[in-house]
């Protein structure tokens, strides 16, 4: 008997497994800050919680040992199974003591590699012309899990805090099973592949493409350390020094640990499609960490500023990636990205006109009821905007990888682009505070030019990806 046709769809599956992404990170990021504080943890401990966040952030160190062994679904319902027994152990210590900062790291780690699963799971299950939908839906389903953590929150006044760690566990433990009952993965060829063993030995054998690969490595890991210049150079070396190598005919085995690094500096236009990564969201991102430092200068309420900025803008930004999702797929990636990148740069020109029209720092200003409704509209279309820039932008990131290689190179991506995030958060206060609120924002409205210059090397990446992964078009 076949299961029912929703059971059937791909884009059912995406929603599903984007949800038991997003729920453990926004019991991370969301619950646990609130509960230590409310045990009367100090403000140093509480941001010593954020430490444990770099598993996110490094999670394509041990990346490919799930390209390697695969079973995406069966990783996905250990690390849930795993995380659900971590919170059992919450529920019943009370105490904040050794054993429950171990718990919390061991977590971290565990939802980490479930990302890994379903990032490498989802970029197999799809081809080109359904990225747009799928990321789309994931953008809100996964959204959807960080709502499904805040509303255990909210019930922690009836529950109490062993109610809220019980009641993720159940949620952890029917994402573990439905997540197992997906789709089983596609058959993947293994060309050109070798064993790691015979992999590290060709690797071990040629010192500066050891080197490159090292650099690539550590520049990554110094990112997600916020040492964002230093990341930039060590990332920029070890891809030129990988070239140069590839150039001049050095060619180690194509194995499951280190070879997504060199295969992908040996793609077409590598280097400038890096540079795109890093600079296509940075208008967005640049703008963005000022926008609730604006709102409070302009003298809205905390509570209007959580309703527009945070509830509303969660259902817009939601709305948008469904949009951006649809649009990407019936124009195609290629044009999607300078479509909707300049779509998600505009709002950044309404912030801009805001802070010259209103009277940010004059004492006793409050905003009249047209000045709020502006920003509320504003702050609305900013949120629509990015969910439409980051549905083609994810969309991207699947299409050019190595579907042999999903979960790695996806991970590798990602990294690099949490770096332009890293260097926005720094500038964008400094902007703000040195130029005003006016100049700041038409300045980071043209931070969207650059990544323009590389869109013909992002257009042969898409072209060469996709002669490269024709194995699997489901």
């Not at 019943?92 to 939802?111: N, P, Q």
């Not at 801009?352 to 920003?375: C, E, M, S, Y």
């Not at 995030?421 to 924002?441: C, D, H, K, Q």
Request: aromatic share 12%; with cysteine; glycine share 12%.
């Amino acid at each position: 008997m076949k299961p029912p046709s929703v059971l059937r769809s791909k884009f059912f599956w995406v929603g599903i497994l984007y949800f038991a992404q997003g729920f453990p990170f926004g019991v991370f990021y969301d619950v646990l800050p609130v509960y230590f504080r409310t045990q009367g943890i100090e403000l140093a401990k509480i941001g010593f919680l954020a430490l444990f966040g770099l598993s996110w952030t490094v999670k394509f160190l041990w990346a490919p040992a799930i390209d390697y062994f695969r079973h995406h679904r069966r990783w996905m319902f250990a690390a849930n199974l795993l995380m659900a027994g971590i919170m059992l152990v919450l529920a019943v210590h009370a105490r904040v003591d050794a054993l429950l900062w171990a718990a919390i790291g061991c977590f971290t780690l565990l939802s980490a590699t479930n990302d890994i699963a379903i990032d490498g799971y989802t970029v197999e299950l799809f081809n080109r012309r359904e990225l747009g939908r799928a990321n789309g839906l994931r953008i809100a389903f996964w959204r959807v899990g960080l709502l499904g953590a805040g509303g255990l929150l909210m019930l922690q006044p009836w529950i109490g805090w062993s109610g809220v760690y019980l009641g993720a566990a159940v949620i952890m433990v029917l994402s573990a099973f439905v997540c197992l009952t997906a789709p089983p993965e596609g058959v993947r060829s293994e060309s050109g592949l070798v064993d790691p063993m015979t992999e590290l030995g060709s690797l071990l054998s040629r010192p500066l493409v050891l080197l490159a690969t090292l650099l690539v490595i550590v520049g990554l890991v110094a990112g997600s350390l916020k040492h964002a210049d230093w990341a930039l150079a060590l990332l920029a070396a070890g891809i030129l020094l990988g070239i140069v190598e590839r150039r001049r005919g050095i060619r180690v085995a194509p194995g499951p640990m280190l070879g997504a690094f060199l295969d992908m500096v040996e793609r077409p236009g590598f280097l400038p499609v890096v540079g795109f990564i890093l600079l296509y969201k940075l208008a967005d991102t640049t703008g963005g960490f000022m926008v609730k430092p604006f709102m409070v200068d302009v003298h809205l309420t905390p509570a209007e500023i959580g309703l527009v900025s945070i509830n509303l803008g969660l259902v817009l930004s939601i709305l948008g990636g469904i949009v951006g999702g649809w649009i990407t797929d019936r124009i195609g990636i290629f044009h999607g990205l300078w479509t909707l990148g300049i779509a998600q740069a505009l709002p950044n020109l309404g912030y801009a006109a805001l802070g010259f029209w209103l009277p940010v720092h004059v004492a006793g200003f409050q905003p009249d009821a047209v000045q709020r409704a502006l920003v509320y509209t504003v702050s609305g279309a900013e949120s629509f905007a990015q969910g439409l820039g980051t549905a083609v932008f994810l969309s991207l990131l699947m299409a050019i990888i190595d579907k042999r290689r999903s979960a790695t190179e996806y991970a590798v991506l990602s990294s690099i682009f949490a770096l332009s995030r890293s260097v926005a958060g720094w500038a964008g206060g400094i902007g703000a505070e040195a130029l005003g609120y006016g100049p700041f924002f038409v300045m980071t409205f043209f931070l969207a030019v650059p990544a323009y210059f590389l869109l013909p090397w992002v257009r042969k990446m898409l072209a060469y990806a996709e002669t490269q992964t024709a194995w699997n078009q489901n």
